[in-house]
């Protein structure tokens, strides 16, 4: 579940992303400041609280943005007050972590994609799908796992590509925004002394 809140594009309201709705069309039932948004087959994919400043205070953030489970518990008695019966939870689990490339082997419908096996912590092991071309076993990098958020607000979620299956992404420095990212295509390679599972900010 990924709180973003950007008043200056979107105005006072908290977007709470909750699923990915490939692609279906989305209906949204609003009543009062709070609107859920659900896809064709009915999932929740997503909660707009408007004008969230009156129940939060003062925001800062442009995009994606940390809620206390205090603040959690006062959104939750919005959601409620406007008569929704569903309740949103924390997840704190972080989403754009260390991870370590296990084993990269060519895609077999590519010739310029990579297959790999990458550990992102306490020994689970996703299989993403990279086009960099510095792509190699045995490399610390970035993945951002399925429900992630990146700086430019694109939504990570698992897919396929050429039709194999990718739990997430291995990031670039300009995907990152790290600053001075360079400007040459490929993923971000981290000392081989990185944590795998710790969360990676680059700042």
Request: net charge negative.
């Amino acid at each position: 579940m990924i709180f973003s809140y950007n008043k200056s594009h979107v105005g006072d309201v908290l977007l709470v992303i909750v699923a990915d709705d490939q692609g279906q069309e989305n209906h949204v039932k609003r009543k009062g400041n709070t609107a859920k948004v659900t896809a064709e087959d009915g999932t929740i994919v997503a909660w707009n609280i408007f004008e969230v400043s009156s129940i939060l205070g003062e925001i800062e953030g442009q995009g994606q943005i940390e809620l206390s489970q205090e603040q959690l518990d006062q959104v939750n008695e919005a959601i409620a007050k406007d008569g929704f019966s569903e309740t949103l939870t924390l997840d704190p689990e972080p989403k754009i972590v260390v991870g370590f490339v296990k084993s990269c082997k060519k895609h077999p419908d590519s010739d310029h994609l990579s297959i790999t096996q990458t550990e992102v912590d306490n020994g689970t092991v996703l299989q993403i799908v990279c086009g960099a071309p510095n792509i190699k076993a045995g490399q610390k990098v970035v993945v951002a796992k399925p429900g992630a958020m990146m700086p430019d607000g694109m939504m990570i979620w698992p897919g396929k590509l050429r039709g194999v299956e990718s739990l997430g992404m291995i990031c670039s420095a300009r995907e990152l925004n790290v600053p001075n990212a360079p400007e040459k295509k490929g993923i971000l390679e981290l000392p081989f002394d990185a944590t795998v599972g710790e969360p990676f900010s680059a700042e």
